[in-house]
């Protein structure tokens, strides 16, 4: 590795050890579902955003309401005290595709359809609303 890119590297690692964040890899499900779920709760305060995704209907909240939670522990794990109610949000949430697993369905005549089914990755970053203050 050069000296530019180890550079690079050892500032993008310093950067990630002040963000709280969670992964989620190959979620089960297909991107564009755990996506409409992610943007319901996107910039929302955190405990407010346990409760739309507890009370949710889809799938992918359930999964979604377990990463959030976790993203909360390792934000009190590196602040070393209790998040308090307001003082968290939801500051990104990527949802990107994962591996796919491709299959073949019968079909008249011979043929074969094809059927992707579909799978994501969920990056999930906590961060508090009053930087300046904590700082």
Same mark, same amino acid.
């Given at each position: @590795?050069?000296?530019?890119?180890?550079?690079?590297?050892?500032?993008?690692?310093?950067?990630? *050890?002040?963000?709280?964040?969670?992964?989620?890899?190959?979620?089960?499900?297909?991107?564009?579902?755990?996506?409409?779920?992610?943007? @319901?709760?996107? &910039? @929302?305060?955190?405990? *407010?955003?346990? +409760?739309? $995704?507890?009370?949710?209907?889809?799938?992918?909240?359930?999964?979604?309401?377990?990463? $959030?939670?976790?993203?909360?522990?390792?934000?009190?794990?590196?602040?070393?005290? *209790?998040?308090?109610? /307001?003082?968290?949000?939801?500051?990104?949430?990527?949802?990107? /595709? &994962?591996? @796919?697993?491709?299959?073949?369905?019968?079909?008249?005549? +011979?043929? &074969?359809?094809?059927?992707?089914?579909?799978?994501?990755?969920?990056?999930?970053?906590?961060?508090?609303?009053?930087?300046?203050?904590?700082?």
């Amino acid at each position: @590795m050069g000296k530019r890119k180890r550079i690079a590297a050892e500032a993008r690692k310093e950067a990630q *050890k002040t963000i709280s964040f969670a992964k989620l890899n190959n979620v089960p499900t297909s991107p564009r579902k755990t996506r409409y779920v992610a943007d @319901m709760i996107r &910039g @929302m305060e955190a405990f *407010k955003a346990l +409760g739309v $995704l507890k009370f949710s209907n889809k799938e992918a909240a359930a999964r979604l309401e377990k990463l $959030l939670r976790s993203a909360i522990a390792n934000w009190e794990a590196k602040n070393e005290r *209790k998040a308090e109610s /307001g003082e968290l949000y939801v500051s990104l949430i990527n949802v990107d /595709g &994962g591996a @796919m697993l491709k299959r073949m369905r019968t079909a008249p005549q +011979g043929r &074969g359809y094809r059927i992707r089914k579909r799978s994501n990755h969920v990056t999930l970053h906590v961060d508090t609303l009053n930087k300046e203050i904590q700082n």
